[in-house]
């Protein structure tokens, strides 16, 4: 899987038990260098096994690793490798994913997966969705500053103009039959121009489309570029109620332009929008920071419980940093250490995840972009 989602981090948080294996091994997509990230993989899960075997010696090793292995035999796969890899091993649990992101080589073991390395690709370097109108084939794309990939379009979602007309006088009917909305039919009929008649035929549709996406669309901040016939645009705008659809869209016929393409038109519209949107995190971080210092921290120990409590609103943390150390649930206790020992995690990772987890905003950036220049800031609910 080269692109990654929510539902993907969602699923690797979920999959994280007791034991948790997570190896990224990075690549330079050269003939030399497939057999080197090869190497160093084997290395990896080599060492992955052996810290099993001591911290973890109840864990079924054989079982836990025979995918990952598997993987690691497969000449094939290696020789097409063109990206970094993640992967994610324990007991009940194996996922890996190519990267379109540079990333060291690194193995944590520990009772969760050690997720940072993809925050570049979950946070703030650009989720968007690209959305295809077309009377024929509605098209759906999700895409991230390096990649673009086309999606399913969500149940209920009709796929065509026909389709969602067929949907919506049958849904009439049965209203008409049940004594509800008895005169609402008439709303559709015929009584203008043909055009102005298209144009309500596709008003309906566009609005079956938008209610198709209500429930997609509810708990996401992505923005949204439609892509079509110049003229659809402002039929479309009218019937959305997804507050992130952006202004400009990518002028054309959907069906025809492959997904690259539509990436390369859509980055430079919705770039803009999460510089901006960074600018002004950084911006309100600052005004908190010296006028109401309780809403704003650079202190690790207080941002990993405000987090882990769902308290944190905003993060800005350096991805190419660790600091390692231990928090403890029950009584909001964090260590910090010089060097990880057995049983520490990064707590960059750990607030990070949290905050994701309850709804917050992270920015993963190079540690000389944090504000303040510390590992971590963040911006607190209250």
């Known amino acids: ?38 190497v160093q993989y084997k290395n990896l899960l080599r060492e992955a096994q052996a810290r099993v075997a001591k911290e973890y010696p109840e864990v079924d090793r054989e079982a836990m690793f025979e995918q990952a292995n598997a993987l690691q035999e497969d ?64 098209r759906f ?14 149940e209920g979602v009709p796929h065509s103009f026909s389709e969602a007309l067929r949907l919506d006088d049958e849904k009439q009917k049965t209203e008409f039959h049940q004594g509800r909305g008895s005169d609402r039919g008439s709303i559709f009929l015929g009584t203008g121009s043909a055009e102005d008649d298209h144009k309500t035929d596709i008003g309906r549709y ?35 109620t997804y507050q992130y659809l952006v202004d400009t869209g990518i002028k054309g016929n959907p069906e025809v332009l492959k ?39 650079k202190t690790i120990e207080e941002i990993v419980s405000a987090a882990a409590y769902g308290r944190a609103d905003t993060l800005f943390v350096a991805v190419d940093t660790e600091q390692w150390g231990t928090f403890n649930y029950e009584t909001s206790k964090v260590e910090l ?18 905050t994701l987890m309850h709804g917050g905003t992270v920015y993963a950036l190079p ?9 971590m800031t963040a911006i607190f609910r209250y």
């Open 1 to 38: 899987m080269d692109i990654l989602y929510k539902e993907e981090l969602d699923e690797l948080i979920n999959g994280s038990v007791d034991t948790c294996v997570s190896i990224y091994v990075p690549n330079e997509q050269t003939q030399t260098e497939f057999k080197q990230a090869r």
């Open 75 to 138: 000449v094939n796969f290696w020789s097409q490798l063109g990206s970094s890899l993640a992967v994610f091993i324990s007991p009940t649990f194996f996922r890996y994913h190519q990267l379109p992101i540079e990333v060291k080589e690194q193995l944590v073991v520990n009772h969760r997966f050690y997720l940072k390395p993809l925050l570049p690709m979950l946070t703030g370097d650009g989720r968007f969705y690209i959305l295809g109108l077309s009377q024929n084939n509605l």
């Open 141 to 154: 794309l999700g895409g991230s500053r390096h990649r673009i990939t086309e999606l399913a379009l969500p």
């Open 206 to 240: 566009f609005k079956a489309v938008d209610r198709g996406f209500h429930d997609f669309f509810r708990t996401r901040k992505a923005p949204l570029v439609l892509a079509g016939v110049e003229y659809l645009f402002p039929l479309y705008k009218a019937a959305n």
């Open 259 to 297: 997904p690259q393409e539509l990436h390369d038109q859509a980055w430079p519209i919705v770039e803009p929008y999460f510089a901006k949107a960074q600018q002004e995190a950084i911006e309100r971080y600052n005004l908190y920071d010296g006028s109401n210092p309780e809403r704003a921290s």
């Open 337 to 354: 250490h010089p060097a990880p020992q057995p049983g520490d995690e990064d707590l960059l990772d750990l607030a990070a995840i949290q």
């Open 367 to 375: 540690a000389d972009q944090v504000p303040e220049g510390a590992p």
